[in-house]
C-alpha cells in the first residue's frame, strides 16, 4: 500500500472509534518546527500524530522524527509494517504506540502497543506550529496584539511560549490548527 492509501484506510479506522463531532479531525503533512520536519497525520484534537513507515521506507529519520514529535505532540502512533516491526520497536520511546499496516485485502489495522501520554511538551517547539497570523491572533485573545504586528514569526512564537502556559497553549494551538485547511478525513 502506498502512503496515501494508508493515510485513507487509517482514517477510516479510527474514525469507526472517535467519540467526537469533528468533520475533518486530520492534517496531513502538518510541518513542525518551522518546516524542518512533516508529521504525516495529526488528529488535532487529542494533538496525537500518526507516523506512516511502509515497506517503501527506510527507518534513518525515524530517531530525529521522534526527537521532534516528543517535544510537540500528547500522543505519537507509528503505522509500520511487518518488515519494520522489530526494528522500531527498539527504536522508538516506550510511550508511542505502534499499529501494523493491514496486509492486502485487508483493512484492519493491528494495533501492537497503545499509545501513552506525553508530558514533555516543549511550549518552544509547540508554537511553532502557528503561522504568523495565528500567532497574532492568540496574542489578541490575550489583550497582547497591541505592537506585535511588525514582528518577526520567531519573536512572536517567543512571545507566545513566555505568555502562555502550557495547557491553555496546547488548547490555543489545537484551535489554530483546527481553523486550518488540509484536513483529510
Known sequence: MREQEIKRAL???LNRYRKDEFEFPYLDELKINGGEGRADLVDVCPMHCYEIKSDLDTLAR????????GKIFDKVTLV???????NVKAM????WGIMLIPKPGKMVFQRVRY??????IDKNSLVSLLDKQEALAVLAR?????????????I????????????PLKAEV????????GYMG
Open 142 to 154: 490575550y489583550g497582547e496584539a497591541h505592537g506585535w504586528k511588525s514582528k518577526s514569526l520567531y
Open 115 to 120: 499509545s501513552r501520554t506525553n508530558r514533555r
Open 92 to 95: 522508538v520511546p516506550a510511550w
Open 62 to 69: 525515524l530517531r530525529s522524527q521522534g526527537g521532534r514529535y
Open 80 to 86: 509500520t509494517s511487518e518488515r519494520h516491526l522489530a
Open 11 to 13: 482514517i477510516s479506522h
Open 156 to 167: 512572536l512564537h517567543q512571545k507566545l511560549a513566555e505568555l502562555i502556559p502550557v495547557e
Open 174 to 181: 489545537r484551535k489554530c490548527l483546527s481553523e486550518r485547511q
